[in-house]
Structure formats: structure tokens, C-alpha cells
């Protein structure tokens, strides 16, 4: 996993992450609406993001990694940082 997050991106993170999103067609695979890759800027919420599906603790592996718009990207979080939910009985006896 990359330490460079707060100075920046990484020259490796930037060619993992356009891979992911040509691989994904540019289509957020959260809201499965299209992403348009002019838009830019941490604040704009339609800009094009990537989503660690199981948490940056697993490293920037593309098989874990989904396009996203950044709002949808941020509105779902770390998925390693959520707690478990509470056990469900499978079959009732």
C-alpha cells in the first residue's frame, strides 16, 4: 500500500486507477450511472473515483478495485473500517 497519500498520488497509483476505470468502461459500479472524465476536483461529487471494495488495508490490487463517482465512493467509506453485523439465525428450530 502506498504511503504517498498525504503529499499525493502515487505515479503508480495514477495508472492503476485509469486502468480501473477504462476496465469498468467509466460507469460507477455503485450507482452504475455514467462518470464523465472531464470532471475533477476533490469537491466535485461526480468526479472519477475508485473504490477499494475491500478496504485500502488490502493494497491497490485492480481486483479489488471499482470505479466510482467520488460522492458515491465517500457515501459508502471504508468497508474494512464497519463493524460486522449481528448473527442471524440461519433456520429457525
Known amino acids: 500500500m502506498s504511503t504517498a497519500w498525504e503529499g499525493g498520488s502515487t505515479r503508480r497509483w495514477r495508472k492503476i486507477r485509469l486502468f480501473v476505470l477504462d476496465r469498468d468502461r467509466w460507469i460507477c459500479q455503485l450507482c452504475h450511472q455514467p462518470i464523465d472524465p472531464t470532471r475533477n476536483g476533490r469537491r466535485d461529487p461526480k468526479a ?20 466510482a463517482h467520488r460522492k458515491c465512493n465517500m457515501d459508502i467509506g471504508d468497508p474494512s473500517a464497519q463493524p460486522d453485523p449481528e448473527p442471524r439465525p440461519v433456520t429457525r428450530w
Open 48 to 67: 472519477p473515483s475508485v473504490h477499494h471494495t475491500r478496504g485500502k488495508v488490502n493494497g491497490d490490487d485492480p481486483a479489488y478495485l471499482v470505479a
